[in-house]
């Protein structure tokens, strides 16, 4: 086992693009529930627009701006800000087609080594999503995709959304345990930076394509984290 990690008892781990593939089943739901309401639809451009919503809507949140509400109600405002974008009036479009659109996030696909490189894991460590994800949107992922976590955690449980301290730290108190004890997984460098200055161990696991193939960011570390995989099964034949 990988020294830093002789004290870690849990691992959390960021969802959106770390544990499954946001952008493609995105994109697939998109052209599906939206081709006869939005024209010359791209659905990959529609699921990165949507997408790009995400920080800004949270900081709102982060910022005290507004109370907090679950990720479901920011995707849901989100997706109109995009329709509306593309100069398509939200409420042209039924609202049950909405509705069901705004579920694609609750039906996103897992990386190929996510299932076993979590149940390898799983064998050594609590394991739990520590991710912006509303509790019910977290649990129909896991249904879906078959994701052995130990239990759901993360910003509508923290009442906090990454990077605020609180999210980290509250998931930490709930565990039981003391920072140190608890390790980030994530395929993104700030939520690693967030968690380390907090005292949680860290760990980058690649994701070169979560935002298709021409990504430009998060394709290697940018500090020294404890571990450094290439996937879910790499991850666990370094610390498991």
């Not at 052209?31 to 627009?49: I, K, Q, S």
């Not at 003391?178 to 939520?191: C, G, K, R, T, Y």
Request: no cysteine; hydrophobic share 45%.
């Amino acid at each position: 086992m990988n020294a830093g990690f002789d004290s870690v008892e849990a691992l959390v781990f960021d969802m959106f693009g770390t544990v499954v593939d946001w952008r493609e089943s995105v994109a697939a739901e998109v052209a599906v529930h939206l081709r006869d309401h939005v024209p010359d639809l791209v659905p990959r451009e529609f699921a990165d627009a949507w997408r790009a919503e995400y920080q800004p809507s949270m900081e709102r949140v982060r910022n005290g701006e507004r109370e907090f509400v679950r990720l479901d109600v920011l995707h849901r405002e989100n997706l109109e800000a995009v329709l509306e974008g593309l100069g398509v009036i939200p409420s042209s479009i039924p609202a049950e087609v909405l509705d069901e659109t705004n579920l694609a996030w609750h039906r996103l696909d897992p990386w190929p080594d996510a299932v076993p490189g979590l149940t390898r894991l799983k064998r050594s460590f609590i394991i739990a999503p520590l991710s912006n994800a509303n509790l019910r949107l977290a649990l129909d992922v896991a249904k879906r995709a078959g994701l052995p976590w130990d239990a759901v955690l993360g910003a509508e449980v923290a009442r906090a959304y990454k990077p605020d301290p609180d999210a980290y730290l509250r998931t930490v108190d709930i565990l039981g345990l003391e920072p140190h004890q608890v390790a980030m997984v994530a395929a993104h460098n700030s939520d690693l930076a967030a968690a380390q200055a907090l005292g949680l161990r860290t760990a980058f696991v690649r994701r070169p394509t979560e935002h298709g193939p021409e990504q430009t960011t998060d394709l290697e570390p940018s500090s020294a984290w404890d571990v450094v995989a290439d996937d879910f099964e790499d991850l666990a034949d370094q610390i498991g």
